[in-house]
């Protein structure tokens, strides 16, 4: 999952950005309003976080023109003005969801994973197809009832295969969603990740669509 | 309820013009009936005056019997005529019943008849007796009928008059109530203004000076909403950051880890900690708002010293250039550790927004008497259109890149008040930064015995 954090307070900013990328996001961390809108024209992301007092272009705003623009990605403002005007406001005007400065990061990740579960049309909080089960929220992967240990990238390869069983995801869109700009990704990372997976929740889940990418085959029920 | 009866402008214009109107048409009827029952009197007794001359000349004896006219069936004729001789012989009598008193003087008499009294007209003529009767009552009362016939007018016109003070006086009080139900039908919390249109000019004023103080008040209002909104933020900001550092601490599971947890930990206290003592400053500055209060003279150029020293090395670590380039030896009247906190607050500014290797002019100048403090550096300024709210407790430009509590300005700010001096916050001339200064009522030395005690606490 790939997140944009935009936050212009130091303290905070560097804090979620490395508490995130602790939980397996793959997060970019932008200062101000005008950035974050020139880098989301470009770049997709599966989550805004987004602070309402920025820089240049107040969050509002960055708010509006994204949807404006059509762009549905799941918005979380968290900010420490708390009138409820101004979260009425910010709701009305395309966010998602809402927290209040000091926040409990537990509550973040909470929200985060909810946003991101309804967004691919879920409701259900645990993944779960043909015998394989991951919870987002403990990080927990089971095979056939049987507890599997895996790293974080392979786990987040998972979570987004699994999310929409049937859809192929090409490699280039696994790297994009699995890679900040500050993580250096060499060519065949997504090859070698799969590789492993597959070892250990068996072979034939994950389908090869050759020239395509990679998919949770829907006849493997 | 008398009370708001007499309280209300309309009722009581209501009243009094109803009360004038009626008590006038009272006098006015009752005039008018008085004169017109005079009048028709007159018209009677001319009347009957005619009608004994026209009986003149004479009547014929012969033709009839003496009686013979009389007509005893009809008893309601009004007026009886009687005619007779001086040696009281009857030649002509209109009414059986009534036999007219002998009078031997022409004029008007009264007698009674009849159970009732009649007005009698005797005209001499010759020797003719020519007498006209009347029926008092009946005269009366056909000129009271007359008399009320006169008022008719009066009554209607009243009438007329009074819907007329009604319809004036409500209308001319419109707007006021208007402006009454604007008032008491908007919602409570709302601070809009009242229209003035079509106002009257006795009531315009009062309008006008209600909606200067709603617009103070919204305006009171906006600050404090503002205040609040940047309050939360900025004391917000610092505790969401230790909170997500200790977080971090507690997450972190290598020895590298935990290192640069520790160390943001310890920069966020830092911040909180630089929070609260500029809160708690400004707290006691404000708190001393007294301004006479141990008040002492001081030599501000040595406080500027001070000042100067303590934000040097500050100013060092990222090769600011600093200089104290004029001083002028002057005296302000004042708190010292106050103006030091000012001071200090100004320059620390100044040294946070200016980049590496830049440079900060301090100036200290007097000039007749006003002492003026002047700072020029070469940092981002502050925009003219915020130059004023940037002095507000935890206001903060908007895309304001460095960290601070956001009260700096407004403990200057408060300080300044304090000792009556005024800021101005321009752009640098010089340095094309921030220009702050504050001026100062110099304090004039008088060299005098009687000062001496002011040079003593200097020298202290």
């Not at chain 2, 008040?295 to 060092?316: G, H, M, R, T």
């Not at chain 2, 304090?418 to 702050?436: E, P």
Request: proline letters at 3%.
């Amino acid at each position: 999952m790939r997140l944009l954090l935009v936050e212009d307070d130091t303290m905070i900013g560097e804090s979620v950005l490395d508490l995130l990328r602790d939980e397996g996001y793959a997060v970019d961390w932008v200062k101000d309003g005008d950035i974050a809108l020139s880098v989301l024209e470009s770049q997709q992301y599966d989550l805004i976080l987004l602070d309402l007092g920025l820089p240049k272009c107040d969050g509002l705003t960055v708010l509006k023109i994204l949807r404006d623009r059509k762009n549905r990605t799941p918005v979380l403002v968290a900010t420490a003005r708390d009138a409820i005007a101004q979260r009425i406001e910010g709701l009305d005007r395309g966010a998602d969801d809402y927290v209040v400065k000091p926040y409990d990061l537990g509550e973040l990740l909470a929200r985060i994973r909810s946003l991101v579960r309804r967004s691919v049309g879920r409701a259900e909080p645990i993944y779960e197809y043909a015998g394989v089960s991951i919870d987002p929220a403990t990080h927990e992967l089971k095979v056939d009832g049987q507890p599997v240990v895996v790293s974080a990238r392979e786990w987040a390869i998972l979570e987004l295969l699994l999310a929409r069983p049937g859809i192929v995801l090409s490699r280039k869109q696994l790297e994009e969603r699995l890679y900040s700009w500050k993580d250096g990704v060499s060519s065949n990372a997504i090859e070698v990740h799969i590789h492993t997976l597959r070892k250990k929740i068996g072979a034939e889940l994950i389908q090869n669509v050759r020239g395509v990418g990679y998919m949770i085959s829907k006849g493997s029920s | 309820m008398k009370r708001k009866v007499t309280n209300s402008l309309r009722a009581r214009l209501l009243l009094l013009l109803f009360s004038a109107v009626v008590i006038t048409a009272c006098i006015q009827s009752f005039i008018a009936y008085r004169t017109s029952l005079d009048e028709t009197n007159e018209i009677f007794d001319y009347q009957m005056q005619q009608m004994a001359l026209s009986l003149r000349p004479g009547l014929n004896f012969d033709g009839y019997g003496s009686n013979g006219f009389r007509q005893d069936e009809d008893e309601s004729f009004e007026f009886v005529v009687q005619i007779s001789t001086s040696d009281r012989k009857i030649l002509f009598q209109s009414s059986s019943s009534t036999t007219l008193p002998h009078r031997e003087v022409t004029g008007f008499t009264l007698f009674d008849a009849r159970g009732t009294t009649y007005k009698l007209y005797t005209l001499l003529h010759g020797n003719q007796l020519i007498q006209i009767a009347q029926d008092r009552a009946a005269r009366r009362s056909l000129a009271r009928n007359l008399a009320i016939r006169t008022t008719i007018p009066i009554t209607v016109m009243v009438a007329l008059l009074l819907f007329m003070v009604w319809w004036v006086v409500t209308s001319s009080l419109a707007p006021v109530y208007r402006v009454q139900r604007q008032i008491s039908t908007r919602e409570a919390d709302s601070l809009d203004e009242v229209d003035t249109i079509g106002l009257p000019n006795e009531v315009r004023p009062l309008v006008e000076e209600l909606n200067l103080l709603l617009r103070r008040m919204r305006q009171a209002f906006d600050a404090q909403k503002n205040f609040v909104a940047d309050a939360a933020h900025e004391l917000r900001s610092p505790l969401s950051a230790l909170k997500l550092q200790v977080e971090q601490l507690r997450r972190s599971n290598t020895e590298k880890d935990r290192e640069v947890a520790v160390h943001r930990l310890g920069t966020g206290i830092d911040r909180a900690t630089r929070l609260v003592e500029q809160l708690l400053v400004l707290a006691r500055q404000q708190a001393n708002a007294d301004p006479n209060s141990l008040a002492k003279p001081i030599e501000i150029n040595s406080l500027c010293l001070v000042a100067f020293n303590d934000v040097y090395p500050l100013a060092q670590q990222k090769h600011i250039d600093m200089g104290l380039i004029q001083t002028d030896e002057c005296f302000v009247m004042g708190h010292e550790e106050a103006i030091r906190i000012m001071l200090r607050n100004i320059l620390d500014n100044s040294v946070k927004y200016s980049p590496e290797y830049s440079k900060i002019d301090f100036k200290v100048i007097q000039k007749g008497r006003s002492v003026c403090i002047h700072i020029d550096d070469s940092g981002p300024g502050i925009p003219e259109s915020d130059s004023e709210r940037v002095m507000d407790r935890f206001y903060r430009i908007p895309g304001n890149p460095v960290s601070g509590s956001g009260l700096g300005l407004s403990i200057v700010k408060t300080i300044a008040d304090l000792h009556s001096a005024t800021i101005k916050i321009l752009k640098s001339d010089t340095l094309g930064g921030l220009a702050v200064s504050v001026t100062f009522q110099a304090y004039r030395l008088i060299t005098t015995p009687l000062n001496r005690h002011d040079k003593q606490g200097i020298n202290k």
